[in-house]
């Protein structure tokens, strides 16, 4: 009982009075950052210590406000891979939201996403940070690599689109990639996804899936995939660094990203 309070505080995100502190000392005018960290691919508990040091690499950085996860914390879909992550998350001294991807899918299982919920719950959020809106949806079909994302999911998103002002500046995570010019597995139905958004003010699409560090600006938004965080897999564009991403999002909607590698020890 105590373990799944602790599971429920982490995933609500209540380490808020933390939060709150850094933004208090921070200038209101300075930009928020938020990390993304995709693609850990967990084995067995020992392939967690690259996620670690990641860990350990966030807690470092002044201003940090949220990391979002971005799938495929697993390998096949299994609780067993998945509660080492949890592990190395609930270190974070932000709050953090998880995302599903392909391979946290059990697709033998009447509920694919019951082992992944066991651990982490939600399967997708949004998130109020510094004047923005941070959105995370389950972009997963099965265990498929190029997907259709589900009309259910295109349906939650108009939902949580429904009663935020038009100029908020907006996120977008998900673990397929939505960019334009993406080298491979982009959402099927991504142009439906990002016309849902053609009133708002969608500043930011980021996603896993694709190992490998992909930036592009396209009609005011920016789309990123990420190197994975892992040793248990290569990047697919053949470079060694492994880490995360930063973004450091102004109150106005500017928004500027940069990869940090994370080294093994």
């Not at 429920?8 to 933004?23: H, K, Q």
């Not at 941070?134 to 997907?147: A, H, M, P, R, Y």
């Amino acid at each position: 009982m105590t373990r799944t309070i602790t599971r429920r505080a982490f995933l609500a995100g209540t380490a808020a009075a933390l939060a709150a502190a850094r933004g208090a000392r921070a200038d209101g005018n300075a930009p928020a950052v938020i990390a993304a960290v995709n693609d850990i691919h967990i084995k067995d508990a020992g392939d967690a210590a690259l996620l670690e040091r990641a860990v350990a690499r966030l807690n470092t950085l002044e201003g940090l406000q949220f990391v979002a996860v971005l799938g495929d914390v697993a390998t096949a879909g299994k609780r067993q891979e998945m509660t080492p992550a949890f592990g190395a998350l609930e270190a974070l001294k932000v709050p953090c939201k998880i995302l599903p991807g392909n391979h946290d899918v059990n697709p033998g299982a009447p509920d694919p996403f019951a082992e992944y919920r066991q651990v982490f719950s939600e399967t997708r959020w949004t998130r109020e940070v510094a004047g923005w809106t941070l959105i995370g949806f389950n972009s997963c079909e099965g265990t498929k690599s190029d997907v259709t994302v589900a009309a259910e999911e295109l349906a939650w998103l108009k939902e949580q689109l429904a009663p935020i002002d038009p100029a908020r500046p907006l996120a977008l995570f998900s673990h397929h990639p939505l960019n334009p010019h993406t080298k491979k597995y982009r959402i099927k139905n991504a142009d439906e996804i990002l016309g849902l958004f053609a009133r708002h003010n969608l500043r930011l699409a980021a996603a896993g899936h694709w190992h490998g560090n992909q930036v592009e600006a396209d009609k005011g938004v920016l789309f990123t995939t990420t190197a994975c965080c892992t040793p248990t897999r290569d990047n697919f564009d053949g470079t060694p660094q492994k880490g995360f991403r930063l973004f450091h999002l102004q109150p106005d909607g500017r928004i500027t990203t940069e990869f940090v590698e994370v080294t093994p020890a």
